[in-house]
């Protein structure tokens, strides 16, 4: 059984597309960035998100965002804060997580609580869009 998605993208992916995913992967909810990956692998930051976006056609920053924003919706399961949650999962600006959350589910993460909880009082285009942007998270990663 596959339990991590390098273990499918291994076979599809080089060596070094490998290996920062399961970086990326182990390390998802701390900070993360281009130059660290640069000196972590020894390869130039333009060479890494080059060779990234080809293999995998994001952005290493698209990879980590989609990622992260899908790892979230877990939390508001709970009664956790939209900031506990954006904290929990690599985020250190509300602003950007909620940006991001956004652009990636088509509602704030406000209004996406609100779909998870009992009697949420969203009108249709609003359930639509989320089920429609997360069934699209679910396959990008």
Not at 110 to 139: A, D
């Amino acid at each position: 059984m596959i339990k991590y998605i390098w273990e499918v993208i291994f076979i599809y992916s080089n060596e070094l597309v490998c290996n920062i995913l399961k970086y990326i992967n182990i390390n998802i909810n701390t900070e993360i960035t281009i130059i660290n990956l640069s000196n972590i692998f020894s390869y130039d930051k333009t060479y890494i998100m080059k060779k990234f976006k080809r293999e995998l056609g994001l952005t290493i920053i698209e990879y980590i965002n989609n990622k992260r924003i899908l790892n979230s919706l877990n939390g508001y399961k709970s009664n956790t804060t939209i900031l506990r949650i954006a904290l929990l999962n690599g985020y250190n600006s509300i602003e950007y997580y909620s940006e991001i959350f956004r652009n990636l589910v088509g509602v704030s993460p406000r209004v996406y609580k609100r779909f998870i909880t009992p009697l949420n009082n969203l009108n249709e285009e609003e359930t639509n869009t989320i089920r429609n942007s997360i069934s699209n998270l679910i396959f990008i990663l």
